[in-house]
Nanobody, 124 residues
Framework: QVQLVESGGGLVQPGGSLRLSCAASGHTLDDYIIGWFRQVPGKEREGVACILARDGGTYYADFVKGRFTISHDSAKNTVYLQMNRLKPEDTAVYYC?????????????????WGQGTQVTISE
């Protein structure tokens, strides 16, 4: 099973940018779907974006379209989430997840491997 480690979270002002990284070990991500999810205390986890590593297909939640971009670097076995024009409501713990399934999904139960999460805080 692939192991995932997120990094890149932090505190930024509204309108700013962050790039999250999800580094994988134990297996190449080339055969996986990789997703980014986020969760705020007291709320359900929600899907943000996902990518099919083998063909680069992507899918985004409506609330991040045009602001976030997910990408995959096969050589580094890493997936990135570039987040631009950040809003206070983007504040959450962000998790990456992976699964060997062959379809795009933002449903957390479709993913079997999870990272530990990284905190993103958008505030003045």
């Amino acid at each position: 099973q692939v192991q995932l480690v997120e990094s890149g979270g932090g505190l930024v002002q509204p309108g700013g940018s962050l790039r999250l990284s999800c580094a994988a070990s134990g297996h190449t991500l080339d055969d996986y779907i990789i997703g980014w999810f986020r969760q705020v205390p007291g709320k359900e986890r929600e899907g943000v974006a996902c990518i099919l590593a083998r063909d680069g297909g992507t899918y985004y939640a409506d609330f991040v379209k045009g602001r976030f971009t997910i990408s995959h670097d096969s050589a580094k076995n890493t997936v990135y989430l570039q987040m631009n024009r950040l809003k206070p409501e983007d504040t959450a713990v962000y998790y990456c997840a992976a699964d060997v399934s062959g379809w795009l999904s933002l449903t957390d139960t479709d993913f079997t491997s999870w990272g530990q999460g990284t905190q993103v805080t958008i505030s003045e």
